[in-house]
């Protein structure tokens, strides 16, 4: 049986409106998106121009500092417009979904007879590779490098977040055929990250471990740490389940096939539950007529709560998510609202009476519920980044813009997600994503 | 409350850059946010945020002292009863109501002028009124003797902000605690008015003294040599002189119980620091029969050590002063270095100078400007620990 480690620290936080174990089956979408935004660093190049007619697996743009790096369109049609925001920066590339425009078509294959460059071309042609992530930075994996090993969590211990065991029904071989393609891209391992009763654990051809644990335990970054920490120079891997899914399929039928379960959840949803669409789909073609009325605001945001990113109806599906949330805005006042008992209050403090019903599932809103301040409770991020890290120490070496500093306490081994808990439970409402990102950003651009 | 929200919104625009109020920005701003949490929502990364912010951090601090401040008016009241003699003779209200009339104008005095000069700094520097004082301005009152004059309260208030705190950048940025600066300051600025056996009973001229009265702390008297001038239950309950809030372990206790259920105040610190007050105590119990010794301070050696922790500020220090957060050490390991070190140090200045009765504030004083190091030493620590990983 494989290793199983319990992670101690970490906070789950129980919202109302986790997706319920149903699946429907949406028609393809009149419209699809991508949108560079979606990865961090990118500077993309654009290789269409509007009304251009293209297949599902072409091109739609590159990487302008790695040109094999292709995002193509996830499904055929006519390129209806490109919308640009300030200085002309791409945001998104709208495509009118044609389903007679066909494929294109790639090598169908069994992974294990390929050789590693004939994956790795593959995975580059169709599209598929910007899921592959690295640590350190957490941005897409450069073709030109080998991972030491290639990490992927199954499970997602977010707030509400999609059960991938759910998911992956009836998906299993072709999840095998991704792993046997992705093992040929490192020298090193496979890790699989399961918890417990997971169906992920006959998977063969990789290593698993299970992970015992609130979030984040399910993060892969936490994983990574927790078995073979990341040091300077090395260099990991990552993808997610689906995006597995996506490989298996392409070498499976030689076609992209970007169609993808997501869990509608949230609050403000009338009945969560999942949603079989398609990588890039319009935000209202999930969410029409799905939402609880009302009179407030209301917030949807593509992923989850804690890292999610916040999206309009007319917006589109982020590359990387598989799941929506809705909750409500919350800006409004509230009278006293620091001191009161807070039943319906959830804490990772206990200076609230929820505290005492553990089990208690909340809706909780966007408000700050405070105002921003300098860092004065001390002890708070510890409890809850279960690494061998120091949150605090780490997040001012950036604010100071200490590279000697930030690389010594282990800016290699976190992305946002890692930290995301504490932006949650800051006394004095730091934006720790944000300034986690920046710090990164300084070390590629330092550092490369 | 309606009207006051209506009122709040009304005025914003009075206030903001430009408009003829824009010098009561941080004002309007503070008290609007203090009788309504604000509508902002999160505007990049999580996108939701725990209740908890730092009025109500800074509120479960001011709940916690509750126990001691109230104690603290009802001992005012006790001492000064007792001093005259008519103890026995005087209802629980009556010398309760003496201690409120007494306390009363030192707190006030104390939120006044340092509210006031936050007020002004927070103007000035363009951003909203920050809590730590809500917490510095009751605990202020608490550390000082009651005859303390309230002028010396205000002055030593105003130290304490602008050159504790403000000169350092505000709340979160302060190398000391705000508090202690003020006591501190007026322990060296003004001596004979600040130590002495008049300055810890309420008393006014014209007072008739019982015989035998000396008005001394057990501190004090304990430092003289007179360990058994008070009963041990006296000194656990707080019956007995001293700063205002500082007497009654028990009451301190119950607040220590507030802040450790509600995870508000490090345990780790408690615990250390009374874990270092009670290995010194039993160091110099060993010691005690050392030759070479002076009677009194043979006699203040013996002093069983837990006896330590229930005289003077010993307790009051270690649960509600080492704890601030801004000013103690921010590593977890650090704080049980940071906290045991305090405990030592309050003792070994309390027993071993007598010019020092109260070790206590010097030992946290003395700590806080050295728990950036013990963290630099854990923050070090980790980092060698990651290099010693990547060469392996």
């Not at chain 1, 930075?137 to 030109?144: C, K």
């Not at chain 2, 927070?122 to 202020?140: D, K, M, N, P, Y």
Request: net charge neutral; with cysteine; glycine share 10%.
């Amino acid at each position: 049986m494989s290793e199983i480690i319990k992670l101690r620290k970490g906070l789950n936080i129980k919202l109302k409106g986790s997706a319920e174990k149903m699946l429907e089956v949406l028609p393809f979408p009149a419209t699809v998106a991508l949108k560079p935004t979606d990865f961090p660093g990118l500077t993309p190049k654009l290789k269409v121009k509007a009304d251009a007619v293209v297949k599902a697996g072409d091109a739609l743009f590159y990487d302008k500092y790695h040109p094999e790096i292709l995002f193509t369109a996830p499904l055929g049609g006519k390129v209806i417009s490109v919308n640009r925001g300030e200085r002309r920066k791409v945001l998104e590339v709208v495509i009118g979904a044609d389903e007679s425009a066909g494929f294109i078509e790639f090598t169908k294959a069994d992974p294990t007879t390929l050789s590693e460059d004939e994956i790795k071309e593959q995975l580059l042609k169709s599209g598929l590779w910007p899921f592959l992530k690295r640590r350190p930075y957490g941005v897409i994996a450069s073709p030109n490098e080998k991972p030491n090993s290639i990490c992927i969590s199954t499970f997602d211990t977010a707030p509400m977040a999609p059960d991938y065991n759910f998911v992956i029904e009836g998906q299993m071989d072709t999840f095998q055929t991704g792993i046997n393609a992705l093992a040929k891209l490192t020298d090193g391992k496979v890790n699989l990250g399961i918890n417990n009763d997971s169906k992920f654990s006959h998977v063969k051809n990789v290593e698993i471990t299970q992970f015992d644990g609130p979030h984040p335990a399910g993060n892969v970054g936490i994983q990574i740490a927790n078995t073979s920490p990341l040091n300077k120079g090395d260099i990991v891997w990552t993808i997610n389940v689906q995006d597995v899914l996506f490989i298996g399929r392409l070498f499976e039928t030689g076609k992209v096939d970007f169609s993808r379960i997501v869990a509608l959840t949230g609050s403000e949803v009338e009945t969560p539950k999942y949603y079989k669409t398609v990588l890039g789909a319009p935000v209202a073609s999930l969410i029409d007529g799905k939402l609880k009325q009302a009179d407030y605001n209301q917030r949807i945001i593509s992923g989850n709560v804690l890292t999610g990113t916040k999206v309009k109806e007319q917006c589109y599906l982020s590359y990387y998510d598989s799941q929506v949330s809705v909750i409500p805005e919350g800006d409004d006042y509230e009278l006293m609202g620091w001191a009161t008992l807070g039943i319906n209050k959830f804490s990772a403090t206990k200076t609230f009476i929820s505290s005492l019903f553990p089990k208690k599932e909340y809706e909780l809103n966007a408000n700050l519920h405070g105002g921003d301040r300098a860092f004065v409770v001390s002890g708070q991020y510890e409890k809850l980044v279960p690494m061998d890290i120091l949150p605090v120490h780490l997040l001012k070496a950036i604010l100071v813009n200490d590279i000697d500093k930030m690389e010594q306490l282990g800016i290699y081994e976190v992305v946002e997600e890692d930290f995301a808990l504490c932006e949650y439970a800051c006394t004095s409402k730091i934006e720790v994503q944000k300034i986690l990102r920046q710090g990164i950003n300084t070390m590629i651009k330092e550092l490369g | 409350m309606k009207f006051i929200k209506n009122f709040f919104v009304k005025t914003e625009p009075l206030v903001q850059k430009g408009a003829k109020f824009y010098w009561l920005h941080s004002v309007h701003e503070g008290f609007f946010s203090l009788f309504f949490v604000q509508k902002d929502t999160s505007k990049s990364g999580t996108h939701i945020h725990d209740f908890i912010d730092l009025k109500r951090t800074m509120g479960v601090v001011v709940l916690a002292l509750v126990p001691a401040i109230l104690f603290g008016m009802y001992n005012t009241g006790l001492q000064h009863f007792l001093a005259i003699g008519e103890a026995a003779t005087t209802g629980f209200f009556e010398m309760f109501l003496y201690g409120l009339i007494k306390v009363l104008p030192v707190i006030a005095v104390s939120y006044i002028v340092g509210l006031g000069i936050e007020f002004v700094f927070a103007q000035q520097r363009g951003h909203g009124i920050h809590e730590g004082f809500l917490v510095s301005g009751i605990l202020i009152p608490l550390v000082m003797p009651i005859e303390t004059p309230l002028w010396m309260i205000a002055v030593a208030t105003a130290f304490a902000v602008i050159l504790g705190k403000e000169v350092f950048g505000g709340t979160g940025m302060n190398i000391w605690n705000p508090a202690l600066i003020a006591r501190a300051f007026l322990f060296f600025a003004y001596p004979a008015q600040m130590s002495g056996e008049s300055v810890w009973v309420a008393l006014k001229d014209g007072d008739k003294l019982v015989d035998g009265f000396s008005g001394a702390t057990p501190m004090a008297q304990a430092a003289a040599g007179n360990i058994d001038n008070f009963s041990v239950a006296d000194a656990f309950f707080g019956f007995i002189p001293g700063s205002i809030g500082e007497t009654s372990t028990l009451a301190i206790l119950l607040g220590a119980v507030v802040l450790i259920v509600t995870g508000i105040g490090s345990w780790k610190i408690m615990v250390s620091t009374i874990a270092g007050g009670a290995v010194m105590g039993l160091i110099l119990n060993i010691f005690a029969g050392s030759a070479g010794l002076s009677p009194e301070v043979a006699t203040y050696f013996s002093l069983p050590f837990w006896q330590h922790l229930i005289l003077g500020g010993f307790m009051f220090g270690a649960i509600f002063m080492a704890t601030d957060p801004v000013s103690a050490a921010q590593t977890e390991k650090g704080k049980w270095i940071y906290g045991f070190l305090i405990g030592i140090l309050a003792i070994i200045i309390r027993v071993l100078n007598p010019a020092f009765p109260e070790g206590m504030m010097l030992a946290i004083l003395l700590m806080n400007t050295f728990a950036p190091l013990v963290d630099h030493y854990v923050v070090n620590a980790n980092i060698k620990k990651r290099l010693k990983r990547a060469s392996a």
